[in-house]
């Protein structure tokens, strides 16, 4: 049974309008009438044009950088939705800030995805549609229904189109313990072997490679990760892979490419020949550099929110 309206609407943002407009042109329907701008003292204005009362409502926004202005557009919005009478509110995330302070790494740490999770609901949001959260455990922060989708099913495609499967000149590599599930998900669909490489890193956005687990001499790499920041622990590691790995070529790919920081001009620098991302993260400006390719997840969300608002299955989308 359908529990909202029977109207769907779309809003964005101003995060990634672009992917906001592919998403509407898949679903073939426009964007809603919303002026998100901010006033002279740098506080969130927002204004909705049009009426939302008994409609289910997908707010899209990834808060990427800057972060704050981001999360702060959403929540605000999601607030006024919901004092408009909106049926139902999804906080459509395509990239999830914050997701990296998980857990107390160290006394007096917080928990700041615990409390952007918090936030979220209380300002209004009814559930929540993201993609590939640095941690899984996010999930359980919520006391809404949270759907993650999964980013590896789009570049796992995009190799299976252009090497296939089993091709003997090809091996997935993990650049840490941490990526390691992602990069089994690799080498399911594209039935190649996997290695590690073994990393400790002394500080944040600092790493050190100790060693490679596994046998890359003479192969060419799919370094796969869930995000780009930095690009240290990449950039590092396809180096190691190189040097006393042996391998060939570094084609690397990850779900978010946040690219702060060095990262561009680490990835030019890099042996890495190309990085495939996601579009969860706008790269535009000086980050559309010729190593990078990105690849839309416009198609993906699209089904998720037709799905979302249908009320039918999820599940084949994870797959």
Do not use: W
């Not at 101003?14 to 509407?24: C, D, R």
């Not at 949270?146 to 590599?173: C, E, H, M, W």
């Not at 594209?190 to 890193?201: E, G, S, W």
């Not at 060419?220 to 690009?231: E, N």
């Amino acid at each position: 049974m359908i529990s909202h309206g029977t109207k769907i609407k779309l809003f964005a943002g101003n995060s990634n309008p672009v992917l906001a407009q592919k998403i509407a042109d898949r679903l073939g329907m426009p964007l809603g009438n919303c002026v998100v701008k901010q006033f002279s003292d740098g506080e969130t204005s927002v204004s909705i044009n049009e009426t939302v009362r008994g409609c289910d409502v997908f707010v899209i926004q990834s808060t990427c950088y800057p972060v704050n202005d981001n999360f702060m557009e959403l929540l605000i919005m999601i607030d006024a939705f919901r004092r408009a009478s909106a049926g139902r509110i999804t906080a459509v995330m395509p990239y999830f800030g914050y997701a990296r302070q998980d857990r107390k790494a160290k006394p007096r740490d917080p928990i700041s995805a615990k409390l952007c999770a918090e936030m979220l609901e209380a300002a209004g949001a009814n559930r929540v549609l993201t993609m590939d959260l640095h941690a899984s455990q996010i999930q359980g922060f919520f006391n809404i229904p949270l759907d993650n989708l999964v980013g590896t099913k789009l570049l796992s495609q995009y190799f299976y189109d252009r090497i296939g499967a089993g091709n003997p000149d090809y091996v997935v590599v993990s650049p840490d313990l941490g990526s390691v599930t992602r990069a089994r998900k690799f080498t399911d669909k594209l039935d190649l072997p996997m290695a590690i490489v073994d990393k400790r890193r002394p500080k944040p956005n600092v790493s050190e490679v100790m060693n490679i687990i596994g046998d890359v001499k003479g192969k060419k790499v799919i370094l796969v990760d869930d995000m780009v920041d930095t690009a240290g622990t990449l950039c590092h590691g396809a180096k190691a892979l190189v040097e006393r790995g042996g391998a060939t070529e570094i084609i690397a790919c990850a779900t978010h490419g946040v690219l702060s920081g060095p990262a561009i001009e680490r990835l030019q620098d890099s042996v890495i020949s190309k990085l495939i991302l996601l579009d969860t993260i706008p790269v535009e400006g000086e980050k559309a550099i010729d190593k990078i390719e990105v690849l839309s997840v416009a198609d993906l969300f699209s089904e998720a929110i037709r799905r979302v608002f249908g009320e039918t299955a999820m599940s084949d989308l994870y797959n």
